[in-house]
């Protein structure tokens, strides 16, 4: 017989800074070897394989070998929903540096929450498709009236959003047939985005979203980092295919229209 759940087992492992420095860098889902990832929590090689081992036992990553080399990823989206769901209730950490300012803005304007996209770019987005009627069911905002009981929801659940027929035509010319998304994940979800405060789309369709934008070279993954840089074609074809208009220059603005 097994008890209720220990939560400070899993508060332990989150306590060191390294941990979650490493958690961080692999947020976006990608798989990276032991090395890279010392090198990302700033710690010793020797100090990292304790980490990772510890995470590993823990149920945060997962291991995968070819050949001598080792690699980590998260253990699966519920890793990268906790992580997304702490941010928002974690306080900002301290900017020592130029590279650190640099770093905080782009994971802010546009990042990948585990493997959709979020920030104000996942946002500016979701928005869109709700302001163009391919999403139906909610406004994209978060409700600060629910403030206490939504502080750790991710995704979310209290708001239906549903694809439209107009989404699913939509959707389409942009690459994405709905019946080919994988049955066993619900379609629509969403993040209450840290950053932003608002929804940022999640699910099977939140993914292939995010997939598809990378197949079309409109986003580009930062270097050991869950940030992502707009590209200028991704100016153009968001503007063009989701009437938002983006800017990724040094002030990181994004409206819409």
Known sequence: MQGDTDIS?????????????????????RALAASVLADEAGVAASTASSHLKKLVDGGFLALEKHGRHRYYRLAGPHVGELLEALA????????????????????????????????????????????????????????PARAEQDRLSAPGWDVDYRVTEAGVSELAAFGIQLDELPARRRLVRYCIDWS????????ALGAAVAERSFELGWVRRADNTRAVHLTDDGVEGFRETFGVALLDDGDRVASRH
């Open 9 to 29: 087992k899993v508060a332990s492992l989150l306590a060191d800074p390294a941990r979650t420095k490493i958690l961080l860098a692999l947020g976006d889902n």
């Open 196 to 203: 932003e405060q608002r929804h940022h789309l999640a699910g």
């Open 88 to 143: 928002r209730v974690a306080p900002a950490a301290p900017v020592k540096s130029l590279k650190e300012g640099t770093r905080a803005q782009a994971v802010r304007f546009a990042r990948t929450c585990y493997d959709h996209l979020a920030g104000k770019l996942g946002t500016e987005l979701m928005a869109a498709m709700i302001e163009r009627g391919w999403l139906d069911g909610g406004d994209g905002t978060f409700d």
